[in-house]
Nanobody, 126 residues
């Protein structure tokens, strides 16, 4: 089972992009899906997450008000709408899925997620 992330690209500051992530191959039960990102020379950081059943969302302070996470349960797909992009948003974006309901691990922790996508590059030019 893999997660396929897409939608990255080159955009000018102030522009928008929409990332998508869906599993390929066998489907699986999903509790939480999330987006993380890793900029060159930096550690991977949490961006946003959504619970699959209730649709509750969580955002990093750095993207709050600019990014919106959503899901399509029928397609088992999660989206990340990114508006008002800044140069500091430049990174490889990874989607991740928690299929085991590791409720004792914080949603913002990468350790919670057992499936990861290959990453999609977002480059924001200033």
């Amino acid at each position: 089972v893999q997660l396929q992330a897409s939608g990255g690209g080159l955009v000018q500051a102030g522009g928008s992009l929409r990332l998508s992530c869906a599993p390929s191959g066998r489907t699986f039960s999903t509790n939480v899906m999330a987006w993380f990102r890793q900029a060159p020379g930096k550690e991977r950081e949490f961006v946003s997450a959504i619970t699959w059943s209730g649709g509750n969302t969580l955002y990093a302070d750095s993207v709050k008000g600019r990014f919106t996470i959503s899901r399509d349960n029928a397609k088992n797909t999660v989206y990340l709408q990114m508006n008002s992009l800044k140069a500091e948003d430049t990174a490889v974006y990874y989607c991740a899925a928690d299929s085991k309901g590791k409720i004792l691990i914080m949603i913002m922790s990468a350790r919670r997620y057992d499936y990861w996508g290959q990453g999609t590059l977002v480059t924001v030019s200033s």
